[in-house]
């Protein structure tokens, strides 16, 4: 018999088998200051294009003051145990109300974080005679949710609605077979890429099957569609999404998501909901802080104008450069170059040191190998100034990765 702490010591994952090279820096990393375009990080100011701010309203003086007042009325703690028990206020009644009007649901339901809310909806959405379907890129918050399934589970090709039919074909087969519905799983917006989803094609497919569709739209709402209620006002469908969710971690520059949908829906899932059930309910302060939020996202369409501005320069300048953004229609704005982790890590670490440009880097396993993925997330706190030495930063690392430069710099610090 072994320790199981043997197989932890020698078997770091396949993140953690880098965290000598990469932990303070490619992980971890500490960006200091307050959230803006440009914080600290390593002692020297960077243009930070690696935070999901994207209306900017993560230091907005109003945000902060509500914020503030909150904190300062009700503590941190208000209310205590589960919204079921004892953690239920009238201000967590208020915020689900303006939720669900907002994206035009009858009702909304408040989950204190995105991932463990989505994965507690799909464990109580279906039942072992129930199917589920969804996209193979997934958020890890839906494959963890459809983990715990005890049913069948078909995957389709990202965004692929051939690949999509032949599943929802298979699935409405077992369904039959056991009495059950299917439940179809979808992101508004895949936020590694920037592709939305395909929900128009998805819902047309319900004149033909029988499913429910769950679409997890973290990084649609509050940035797309006309009023900012994300990727189904976008394409015109969000009366077809049967269960919509969003967090509050990325517009709304908070902590919670919600759920929406028809009442009995949303009443099934607040009795249901084991994440919410057994958990503590989201902070008065967080409440009253996402209210603010919520209120400025309505009344402000100026700050999503700003953010789309934004993101057209970049988007546009990158691509007049001749860089490769793959197939994104949202803000979320990736940049892929070819090149070896060793190579990217040179290529970063020069993007930081003497660019002064901070974003993210995405390698092998979440991409195929030999491709290095730059993600950029533009918000409205940008200024074209950011958006001009980007690109010229992106340039000049471009030309340097395709002459070998980081390649030899890389081998060099391995010997
Ligand atoms: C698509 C998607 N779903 C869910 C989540 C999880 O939300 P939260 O941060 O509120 O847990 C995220 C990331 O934050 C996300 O990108």
């Known amino acids: 018999m072994k320790d199981l702490f043997e197989r932890i010591i020698k078997d770091k994952g396949p993140l953690g088998k880098w965290a000598k090279q990469a932990e303070g820096y490619y992980v971890f990393p500490k960006l200091e200051g307050p959230i803006s375009n440009r914080m600290k990080f390593n002692g020297k100011e960077v243009v930070t ?30 209310p205590m145990g589960a919204r079921m028990m004892s953690g239920h206020t009238e201000y967590h009644e208020q915020l689900e109300r303006e939720c669900a009007e907002f994206v035009n649901k009858e009702s909304a339901y408040l989950v204190n974080f995105g991932y463990q809310g989505m994965v507690s909806a799909i464990d109580a959405l279906v039942t072992k005679n129930d199917v589920i379907v969804y996209d193979m890129d997934s958020h890890a918050c839906i494959i963890d949710g459809v983990r715990l399934h005890h049913g069948k589970r078909f995957t389709y090709r990202h965004n692929d609605m051939e690949s999509f039919e032949i599943n929802l074909k298979r699935a409405t087969k077992i369904a039959k077979e056991n009495n059950g519905g299917i439940l179809v799983i979808s992101e508004g917006v895949f936020g ?19 499913f429910r569709l769950l679409v997890d739209d973290a990084h649609g709402f509050g940035t797309l569609g006309k009023t900012g209620a994300g990727a189904g006002e976008e394409q015109g469908v969000q009366d077809d999404i049967d269960v919509y969710f969003a967090t509050f971690a990325k517009s709304m520059a908070g902590i919670g998501a919600f759920f929406a949908g028809d009442f009995d829906v949303i009443k099934f899932l607040q009795y249901n909901m084991r994440s919410q059930m057994f958990a503590k309910s989201l902070p008065m302060a967080m409440v009253k802080g996402a209210l603010k939020r919520l209120d400025m ?94 690109i010229i930063a992106f340039s000049s690392i471009r030309e340097k990765l395709e002459k070998g430069i980081y390649k030899r710099i890389a081998a060099s610090l391995m010997k």
Not at 65 to 73: I, N, P
Not at 192 to 210: C, D, H, P, S, T
């Open 297 to 390: 996202i309505r009344t402000m369409p100026e700050l999503r104008e700003k953010l789309w501005d934004n993101t057209n320069a970049l988007q546009n300048g990158l691509k007049e450069k001749g860089f490769n953004l793959g197939a994104t229609n949202t803000c979320v704005t990736p940049v892929f170059l070819e090149g070896d982790i060793p190579e990217a890590m040179a290529m970063v670490n020069d993007l930081r040191e003497n660019h002064k440009i901070f974003c993210s880097i995405v390698v092998y396993p979440v991409i195929p190998k030999g491709m290095i993925l730059l993600r950029l997330i533009p918000t409205a706190a940008h200024n074209l100034d950011d958006v001009k030495e980007t």
């Open 192 to 210: 590694m890429r920037g592709e939305q989803g395909k929900l128009k094609e998805i819902v047309a497919f319900k004149e033909q099957y029988n």
């Open 49 to 78: 294009w690696s935070i999901n701010d994207y209306l900017g309203l993560a230091n907005h003086p109003e945000v902060r003051k509500a914020d503030a007042e909150a904190a300062a009325e009700y503590g941190m703690a208000y």
